[in-house]
C-alpha cells in the first residue's frame, strides 16, 4: 500500500526525524500500525496527539494486535483504557502498556500509576500525553492525528522522532510505507 510522504516540520524545515503522511485511510492506518509492531523494541515510547475520534486508539490498537499476531499469542480484545487509564499487555515481549490519560486533572497523577519501570523495559502507548507535563519522556515518538474529514476514515498523520536512536524506525517506516 503506497502513503504520500513528505518531511515536514512547523517552520518548514526539512529534518531526518520528521515525516509526515497525508490523506491516510483508515486501511493505510493500519499498515502504519503493523509497521510500528515490527520496529518498536523495549523502551521505545509513542506519544499519540489528536482529538477525540481522530484515530488515537484505532492505531494503537492496531500496533498491539500486530504484535499479537506477530509473536503468535491469542488474539484478544483491546480495549480503549479509556476508564482503566491503563492497560497492560505482558503476554507480548516486551510488555506493552497502552495508556490513555484523557481523565487525568493533573500531571501530578502520573506518579500514582508508576510508570518509571513502563518507560525503562516495555513499550508504551500513550493517549494525551500533553496531560503528563513534564513527565514526558525526553526519548518518544511523537505521532499527530489530524483528522481530515467529518467522516472519520481519512487523517493527516505526523511523525516526530525526539532523542537518540531512532535510526531503525526512520529507515523501517520510510522503506515499509513509501515503497
Known sequence: MQLEKKRFSQSGVLSKNKIGFNNVSVD???LMASVFAKLLKSSDTLLLFGDIGSGKTFFARGVI???MRNQRRLLEEVP???FTIVQTYDVLSPPVW???LYRLSDANEIIELDLEDSF???ICLIEWPNKM???IPKRNISIIFDQVDTAYDRRNIFIELNGTGWDRVYNGLLKSLSA
Open 28 to 30: 493505510q492506518t493500519l
Open 65 to 67: 494486535q500486530e504484535m
Open 80 to 82: 480503549s483504557p479509556t
Open 98 to 100: 497502552h495508556l490513555d
Open 120 to 122: 525503562e523495559t516495555g
Open 133 to 135: 507535563g513534564s513527565f
